[in-house]
């Protein structure tokens, strides 16, 4: 309806996409808020146009049923798996920081969604900061179980910023607008 007929590509995360961004290979990202910033520190130069406020409760803490963690607090001498860069690492500092954990009490290991499930189901590590789809594939097939959101520990930084790059936002304005109606409508 809007006149668009884009590609999607997918990406695991907010780092590659950075990257991404920066070669030209994508005008358009939903990209979580760290990795925006992250790319503005690393001179990326691109700009918000969008939020998508709902990824609060999309990103958590899921672990391995067997693994004794019922609460964040239980994180002390567990390996979590998490993709470094991302707004699951922020998360994770900041849920580690409201319930007194210490970075070495717990081993971190930085992977992609994807390996921690398969970690998850190898026993590897007994807890990811993962989003959404990921959070409830490992529910369904890594024998696991939401811990905690972010959202219900009020950390928002699960935030999606719809995100473009100045330079093509100069030459396709209408482009940017027409995707942002669409977006309402789709709401609606």
């Not at 990103?59 to 998490?82: F, Y």
């Not at 989003?131 to 179980?145: C, D, K, L, V, Y």
């Not at 959101?149 to 940017?176: F, Q």
């Amino acid at each position: 309806k809007a006149g668009l007929s884009p590609a999607f590509v997918k990406y695991d995360s907010g780092p590659p996409m950075i990257e991404a961004m920066r070669q030209g290979r994508l005008d358009l990202a939903s990209v979580g808020s760290v990795a925006f910033l992250m790319g503005l520190s690393q001179g990326l130069d691109w700009t918000m146009i969008g939020i998508n406020p709902e990824g609060a409760y999309a990103q958590g803490l899921v672990a391995h049923n067997d693994s004794n963690i019922l609460t964040p607090s239980d994180l002390k001498g567990k390996r979590v798996g998490l993709v470094q860069g991302a707004t699951a690492q922020f998360g994770f500092l900041m849920m580690m920081r409201q319930h007194g954990i210490r970075a070495e009490q717990v081993t971190v290991i930085n992977m992609a969604p994807e390996t921690q499930l398969q970690a998850l189901q190898m026993r590897q590590i007994d807890a990811a900061m993962v989003w959404e789809p990921w959070m409830h594939r490992m529910i369904r097939s890594g024998n696991a179980r939401i811990i905690e959101t972010d959202g219900n520990l009020g950390i928002y930084t699960n935030v999606d910023c719809y995100s473009v790059r100045r330079d093509w936002l100069s030459t396709h304005r209408e482009t940017a607008l027409r995707f942002l109606r669409a977006l309402a409508t789709a709401n609606d």
